[in-house]
């Protein structure tokens, strides 16, 4: 699929901006007064910019507001609902630790679930569609927790955290690359499946159902070279994990965690292009792009 920009910066935005939510709301560090605006303002800063980055790639942005309505049946919606909720309840805890010195656990803790809910669900936006057989696997939503969780563990000074939840990261990513790789396959998905005519024996295209470029060869069939697939997935593992775990392993301090914080970014934005481009859509099937 094409790598969209503001999806991009939405998905690694506003999941380290959760993460470290979460940890907040758990208490994790312990922090009041302005020493914990800054923590809050980086979290907030981050989630409130994912989200906003994510309307960019709206048909009508101004629109908006029509995606929480459908909670019942859309992850989207879904999505939208929990982070405004997550982000009202952290804002009411982040105010009372910040301006009245005092810390309501009990709030900080549902809003650390609902941080985390919304994480999850952003990860099943991707994660529920049986059309992208690579996403469509437990992979997925468990990369995505534990990126965020571990991106906001680095954020949040949590280093024994962080690096337990990089290093299983990168063990899901592996697994992820490796069981993706072959997914489209497993589905058994062809050109007979896809035009319903794969009863009547093999199926080939006569030619293309479009003469020029259309919305859909635009947004859901993008093919990433194999030979650049390989070199973009060493880069992103060794940015997004082994970078900060040799890191970590050299020292704690807050120069060589700040160091390992801005390497494992880089490593996610690399992923997450990876995670869009290598996606492939049975939508291709119709054009002979499979």
Not at 118 to 135: E, G
């Amino acid at each position: 699929m094409h790598p969209a920009g503001s999806v991009i910066v939405f998905t690694v935005a506003s999941g380290l901006g959760f993460g470290l939510l979460t940890w907040l709301g758990i208490g994790v560090p312990t922090l009041k007064g302005w020493h914990a605006f800054w923590y809050y303002a980086v979290a907030f800063g981050l989630a409130g910019g994912g989200l906003l980055a994510s309307t960019f790639h709206l048909g009508n942005p101004q629109r908006f507001l029509k995606a929480f309505s459908q909670w019942r049946s859309s992850w989207l919606s879904r999505e939208g609902c929990l982070a405004v909720a997550s982000m009202a309840v952290m804002g009411v805890f982040a105010i009372c630790s910040i301006f009245m010195g005092s810390i309501w656990q009990p709030l900080g803790y549902i809003g650390a679930a609902l941080s985390v809910l919304t994480i999850f669900a952003t990860s099943m936006i991707y994660a529920q569609l049986k059309t992208v057989p690579r996403w469509n696997h437990w992979t997925t939503p468990c990369l995505f927790l534990l990126l965020s969780l571990g991106g906001g563990a680095l954020l949040a000074l949590q280093t024994w955290s962080a690096g337990i939840l990089i290093g299983l990261a990168g063990v899901v990513q592996l697994l992820a690359w490796y069981l993706g790789d072959n997914q489209f396959k497993r589905r058994g998905s062809n050109t007979g499946t896809a035009t319903g005519l794969g009863f009547r024996g093999t199926v080939r295209s006569f030619e293309s159902p479009h003469t020029g470029n259309n919305y859909l060869l635009k947004e859901m069939v993008h093919k990433v070279g194999r030979k650049h697939a390989q070199k973009l997935r060493v880069i992103a593992f060794a940015l997004m994990i082994v970078s900060p775990l040799i890191c970590l392993f050299i020292s704690f301090s807050i120069p060589v965690v700040a160091v390992a914080l801005v390497l494992h970014i880089l490593g996610i934005f690399t992923q997450r292009w990876l995670f869009f481009a290598e996606a492939e859509h049975v939508v291709g099937l119709y054009y002979g792009k499979r």
